[in-house]
C-alpha cells in the first residue's frame, strides 16, 4: 500500500523558506500570490496491513516535528499509484 503523508508547519510558526519564496516570486512579476508556506511530501510503500495507528506513530515519532508540524496521511488507492509508477 502507498501512503503519502503532508507535513506541514502549523499555523503562527515562522516560515523563511516560504517567505523567500514569496518575495521570489513577486520579484519575477507574480502578482496576486498572498502567502506562501513551504512544507514537505513523504511517501512510503508500507504492507497492506498496515494500520492507522501505525502511521501516526510513525508521523508523531519520526517523520514530523510536533511542536511545530502537523500532518496529513493519504492512503493511495492502487490506480493512483500505479498512475504514478508509470510517469516517473
Known sequence: ?????????KPG??????????????????????????GRMIEMDVADGTSDEALNTMCEKLLANMVIEDFAIE??????????????
Do not use: C, N, W, Y
Open 13 to 38: 510558526v515562522l516560515d523563511p523558506q516560504g517567505r523567500a519564496v514569496h518575495h521570489s516570486l513577486e520579484g519575477l512579476g507574480f502578482d496576486g500570490v498572498e502567502d506562501v508556506r513551504i
Open 75 to 88: 492512503k493511495l488507492a492502487p490506480s493512483e499509484s500505479q498512475g504514478e509508477k508509470e510517469t516517473a
Open 1 to 9: 500500500m502507498k501512503v503519502r503523508i503532508l507535513v506541514r508547519l
